[in-house]
């Protein structure tokens, strides 16, 4: 372990202001960072981590597993016919309109494991008062610049309409954990059913 470098006030000697690495010259934030500054540094398990890292990569993915785990034991079980949205398929990271098109993906594949979670659907909705809001920050307006009520309630008035016409035509999906889709024996039955017949 090498010391620390002091730094100190020109005017006045006797005053540390900083501290450097020893080994390389590093201002660091403190004496402690300074020693340890090119020091290796470890993981809880004893691994070398570099620089970026605050675990090692085993650990990370330990704790990664424990945490999904953690996830799916908390999650209610639901079946794949008992649901009818879009899902997420998590170790896939990828996501399906509908439980049908996951199976597919999944069965082409042969990923009988899969981890599916139920997604909850956002649609595009505007707002009067963002849209305005928005308007008059572009157009560089004055700060105290504002629309009055009664054209705010008109706009809205409109957009409600547009919103309930053209809305869903912009759809996101966020997957939910509370709950996780589990495909039925019966497909998978189905499904190595025909792959014998073929």
Request: net charge negative.
């Amino acid at each position: 372990m090498i010391d620390p470098i002091e730094l100190v006030d020109k005017k006045d000697p006797e005053k540390v202001i900083a501290h450097a690495c020893g080994k390389c010259g590093t201002v660091c934030r403190n004496g402690k960072d300074a020693v340890e500054h090119c020091e290796p540094r470890l993981c809880k398990c004893g691994a070398v981590l570099d620089r970026t890292q605050a675990i090692c990569s085993a650990c990370w993915e330990k704790k990664r597993k424990a945490d999904l785990q953690a996830k799916i034991d908390a999650a209610k079980p639901i079946s794949a016919t008992d649901y009818d949205g879009p899902v997420h398929w998590e170790q896939g990271d990828r996501y399906f309109s509908d439980v049908g098109e996951a199976f597919e993906h999944l069965a082409d594949d042969g990923v009988r494991d899969a981890i599916l979670w139920p997604c909850d659907k956002l649609y595009l909705a505007l707002n009067a008062c963002d849209i305005i809001r928005d308007a008059l920050e572009t157009q560089e307006h004055h700060d105290e610049a504002e629309a009055s009520e009664k054209a705010e309630k008109a706009l809205q008035d409109f957009l409600d309409g547009w919103n309930d016409t053209f809305g869903e035509e912009v759809e996101s999906w966020f997957p939910r954990c509370d709950e996780i889709v589990e495909i039925p024996q019966a497909w998978w039955d189905r499904h190595d059913a025909g792959q014998r017949n073929d």
